[in-house]
């Protein structure tokens, strides 16, 4: 039974020496698997149920898709200890990450298109844009599709003010560099196995 002392305006609970002594026994009774077959079982306790994947996923996106790409990786990777199943769980982030900047990338563009097609310079679609022959040599592209035309000005457009597209190079670049070092140390995981 719970003893409760005030300390000052707290409440405090203790507990008695023979609780402490019944925990100490209970507590030493679990010593977790035993079996080295057991050992890697309970090593992927945290990634059975899928509760963790909640933080990697932002809103849109498919969390049955994550943790679907997450068990593959998993199963391909195999981790068989704590540090293994960190390195697994990195490399995993980062992986959907870079797919998620590629995503960001075209919305960038995407909304820069809109912004521009809602303004008042408006693009006259009945015209392709050309350039005289005379500028050209023979077979060389002459036309502008409306498409590329969008793309070129959504590019310019965010250059010129929020510039977020450089930044996602940036982020983009460091997520490449963090990914294949990443790979390359789960390689020499995977290869240390069998060495």
């Not at 003893?3 to 977790?32: D, F, T, W, Y």
């Not at 960001?104 to 809602?118: G, K, N, Q, W």
Request: hydrophobic letters at 35%; charged letters at 30%; aromatic letters at 10%.
């Amino acid at each position: 039974m719970l003893s409760r002392v005030a300390i000052g305006q707290v409440l405090v609970k203790v507990r008695s020496a023979k609780q402490i002594e019944a925990s100490k026994r209970n507590g030493s009774l679990g010593l977790g698997p035993v079996t080295e077959r057991g050992k890697q079982r309970s090593c992927l306790n945290a990634y059975c149920h899928g509760g963790y994947s909640n933080k990697y996923i932002a809103l849109g996106e498919d969390l049955a898709e994550f943790e679907q790409y997450h068990r593959a990786m998993v199963d391909h990777w195999q981790p068989r200890n704590i540090l293994e199943n960190d390195l697994v769980d990195q490399f995993i982030f980062c992986a959907w990450k870079f797919r998620r900047l590629a995503s960001m990338e075209s919305a960038v563009l995407s909304t820069e298109m809109l912004d521009y097609y809602r303004s008042d310079l408006l693009l006259d679609f009945r015209r392709t844009r050309k350039l005289s022959r005379s500028y050209l040599k023979k077979g060389e592209k002459l036309e502008l599709k409306k498409s590329e035309e969008l793309l070129a000005i959504a590019f310019k457009r965010d250059v010129n003010s929020h510039q977020s597209l450089m930044v996602l190079e940036e982020i983009q670049t460091r997520t490449t560099s963090k990914y294949f070092k990443l790979l390359e140390k789960l390689l020499e995981m995977k290869q240390g196995r069998y060495a």
